[in-house]
């Protein structure tokens, strides 16, 4: 991978290729459209902040929840709206099936608020967070996931590349086998 400077910013790009126009100065309505997209690398201060990239506070809004994910392996910045669809659906679940309980309690522990940006575009990392994925790393890669904006160290992005890489090695045919095993769910279900 190749990290090149956009603005304020690191994008990571594709070996060799340089962010378009676009990284600069996106579309809103395509950013819009498109949810959380890309991902960047940055550095958590001694403080424990770390910059949002634009185009994403410019997606979550004022109002934010720094939390988990919902495979509570990574830290996650919601906007409201989507924590609370998050929070409604485990909510469901734990009242149909006490054993959803456990993942609920834990969502709505480690989610906070009052989480905003200061005028440099950094969040606060709660410190139960840091302390719980960041573990005292300052490089973390801050990357979209159409909903919401997820963080993790560079060690956890590393680790990730390769787990995917060693499973998919040919993404194409994994893609291929999924449509393939819905298309045969489909016919099943008529």
Same mark, same amino acid.
């Given at each position: 991978?190749?990290? +090149?400077?956009?603005? %304020?910013?690191? $994008?990571? /790009? ?5 962010? !378009?126009?676009?990284? *600069? !100065?996106? %579309? ?21 902040? *770390?910059? *949002?990239?634009? /185009?994403?506070?410019?997606? &979550? ?7 988990? /994910?919902?495979?509570? %392996?990574?830290? #996650? ?9 998050? *929070? ?6 734990? +009242?149909?099936? =006490?054993?959803?309980?456990? @993942? &609920?309690?834990? @969502?709505?522990?480690?989610?906070? %608020? ?7 575009? $950094?969040?606060?990392?709660? #410190?139960?967070?840091?302390? &719980? ?9 801050? !990357?979209? /996931?159409?909903?919401?904006?997820? &963080? ?18 040919? #993404?194409?045919?994994?893609?291929? =086998?999924?449509?393939?095993?819905? +298309?045969?769910?489909? =016919?099943?279900? $008529?």
């Amino acid at each position: 991978m190749v990290v +090149r400077q956009v603005s %304020d910013e690191r $994008r990571t /790009t594709p070996e060799g290729g340089q962010p !378009s126009d676009t990284a *600069v !100065s996106p %579309d809103p309505t395509a950013a819009s459209r498109l949810g959380f997209i890309g991902v960047y690398n940055h550095a958590i201060d001694n403080k424990g902040r *770390v910059i *949002v990239p634009q /185009t994403f506070r410019g997606l &979550l809004g004022e109002k934010i929840i720094v939390g988990v /994910t919902m495979g509570q %392996d990574a830290i #996650a910045i919601y906007p409201y709206e989507v924590w609370e669809e998050k *929070v409604e659906m485990l909510s469901q679940l734990s +009242r149909e099936d =006490a054993a959803a309980e456990v @993942f &609920l309690t834990r @969502f709505a522990m480690y989610s906070f %608020d009052g989480c905003g940006f200061d005028t440099q575009g $950094r969040v606060l990392l709660p #410190a139960a967070l840091r302390e &719980l994925y960041l573990d005292g790393v300052q490089g973390v890669q801050v !990357s979209g /996931t159409t909903e919401y904006v997820r &963080l993790v160290s560079d060690k956890q992005a590393a680790q990730e590349r390769e787990s995917f890489h060693a499973k998919y090695p040919d #993404a194409s045919l994994a893609i291929s =086998a999924i449509q393939a095993r819905v +298309r045969n769910k489909k =016919a099943e279900d $008529r």
